[in-house]
């Protein structure tokens, strides 16, 4: 079935760090590809999605381009804050007739103040 | 409702008990997923359902996990003689094409098995 890898385990980053979290796919099947964020003690939620190739979903100073020739979606920020601590999961290509089933293995971020 | 309503928020239990976890999706939406955290952990896929059905079961982790789905709506995931191992955090999801595919989660019945 459909699946994605994406960086795993924790990133440290200092405020104002760059950052980029790694989501490759395996298939081109479907067009859209979501980015999920989770904070302590709540349920996982939509942080940004893109509809189609080449299409650059955005949230909150994140961004993921859609890049179908390298099957990957990068979660991307230039300066990240410590508001942005918490779990981020990749989930794989989606589209109508298809259900994401196998999230990727999520990347905790914390950020050191 | 609003949102992806589950109950109870937490429950602890006896080793070898049953424990029944309920969902109530978002309203219209016609598929819906139940997934597995451990503390620390990702995601496990459980089961997922499309209208009533279920098409993949091939999360559950034993025959002592059953989920059911009636009216397109309620969802309740039962798991008979509780184990250790099974403490975690239960996490249902509803999705729609209509809504573009979106997962939405509920925030999780929190199971302890003493």
């Known amino acids: 079935g459909d699946s994605v890898v994406q960086t795993e385990g924790q990133v440290l980053p200092s405020e104002g760090d760059s950052l980029i979290v790694n989501c490759s796919y395996e298939?081109?099947?479907?067009?859209?590809l979501f980015w999920y964020v989770q904070y302590p003690g709540e349920g996982p939620q939509l942080h940004l999605k893109?509809?189609?190739?080449?299409d650059k979903g955005r949230n909150k100073g994140f961004e993921a381009m859609y890049r179908k020739e390298t099957t990957s979606f990068h979660l991307e920020k230039d300066s990240v804050q410590e508001s942005d601590s918490a779990v981020y999961f990749c989930?794989?290509?989606?589209?109508?007739?298809?259900?994401?089933?196998?999230f990727g293995k999520g990347t905790k971020l914390s950020v050191i103040p | 409702g609003a949102g992806v309503s589950q109950s109870p928020s937490n429950k602890v239990t006896e080793k070898g008990k049953d424990v029944e976890l309920r969902c109530d999706p978002i309203s219209g939406h016609t598929a819906l997923y139940w997934y597995r955290q451990s503390l620390g952990q990702g995601l496990e896929f459980l089961i997922y359902?499309?209208?009533?059905?279920?098409?993949?079961k091939s999360g559950l982790p034993s025959d002592r996990f059953s989920a059911e789905r009636t009216g397109g709506s309620v969802s309740t995931l039962t798991i008979q003689r509780t184990q250790q191992e099974d403490s975690a955090v239960y996490l249902c999801?509803?999705?729609?094409?209509?809504?573009?595919?979106?997962?939405?989660f509920g925030e999780g019945s929190w199971l302890t098995v003493v």
């Open positions: 359902f499309q209208g009533n059905s279920a098409p993949d």
């Open positions: 893109a509809m189609k190739a080449n």
């Open positions: 989930a794989p290509p989606s589209g109508a007739g298809s259900y994401q089933l196998t």
């Open positions: 999801a509803s999705s729609s094409p209509a809504a573009g595919n979106t997962i939405y």
């Open positions: 298939t081109t099947q479907y067009p859209s």
